[in-house]
């Protein structure tokens, strides 16, 4: 009997892990991630304090999807942006910036399923930065990273006629007080970001009611994301309950076998 109980639950385990591992790499969206703001992001407290209520509520996002989907469709290859305008600097946890203003641009090689999914993604990791869409425009769009090991080096993102940001790596004579650190940190979920001077930093689309350009503010981000299949399925079919769907094998294991995949039953 034991013997036969223990099988039932490593046929059990095993399906569970087929089941949600093979779901995951299947359905993964992974790429590279870009962001810009008008506030410096690494920087002392001094420095932040002089900026807040005055700048830092405009922002660039940029996604490059190296490799999957995004509700069934393929994203492969193709750049999406945010353009945001808050009403307060993003990240002080003193004021409120909501709602905030913004324009998505679409990589003008999409598709129309495509462009809707790119739409579906960018908001879907943007929140609320990316709630109230104001205009959805076309570009043609191009993104890179270049790296050293695991840390980008440098980077570019361009949606022609409309936005472009050119990065590169912090240095040793970018530490002007001394006590700079990472301030604020990315305004979306990555995978792994790092902080990065922004040699160029420009937004001139409609719709914002502002345009913007600044070079050389330690004001940009760079790194990667990744959404596994369970967050990806959960956000754009159900994204009420996403976070349920994430943890969802958890809850059955839980609610089927109290004691554990490997526990001993109770007498």
């Not at 962001?35 to 304090?49: H, I, K, L, P």
């Not at 949606?159 to 650190?181: F, M, P």
Request: net charge neutral; with cysteine.
């Amino acid at each position: 009997m034991g013997n036969r109980t223990m099988r039932k639950k490593l046929a059990l385990a095993s399906a569970l892990a087929f089941l949600v591992g093979g779901a995951a790499i299947a359905s993964q969206i992974r790429g590279d991630y870009i962001e810009t703001r008008s506030a410096d992001v690494y920087t002392g407290q001094c420095f932040a304090n002089g900026e807040m209520n005055l700048t830092g509520n405009e922002a660039l996002l940029a996604w490059q999807v190296k490799g999957g989907s995004w509700a069934g469709v393929d994203l492969t290859g193709l750049v999406v942006a945010g353009a945001v305008r808050a009403n307060a600097t993003l990240g002080d946890p003193y004021a409120n910036p909501w709602p905030a203003k913004s324009v998505v641009l679409v990589d003008e090689r999409a598709t129309a399923p495509q462009r809707e999914a790119l739409v579906a993604f960018a908001k879907a990791m943007g929140g609320e930065l990316l709630e109230n869409v104001v205009a959805i425009e076309s570009a043609p769009m191009a993104m890179s990273v270049e790296r050293h090991g695991a840390h980008p080096v440098r980077a570019s993102f361009r949606a022609t006629g409309l936005a472009a940001i050119e990065t590169r790596a912090i240095g040793d004579k970018d530490h002007l007080c001394g006590n700079e650190y990472t301030f604020y940190p990315p305004l979306t979920e990555t995978e792994h970001a790092m902080p990065a001077v922004a040699l160029r930093d420009e937004y001139q689309g409609a719709g914002l009611g502002v345009s913007w350009s600044s070079r050389d503010k330690r004001s940009a981000f760079v790194g990667s994301f990744v959404v596994g299949f369970l967050y990806n399925f959960g956000i754009a079919l159900f994204p009420d309950l996403a976070y349920f769907i994430l943890f969802l094998p958890m809850v059955l294991v839980l609610m089927f076998m109290p004691q554990g995949l490997f526990g001993k039953s109770l007498p």
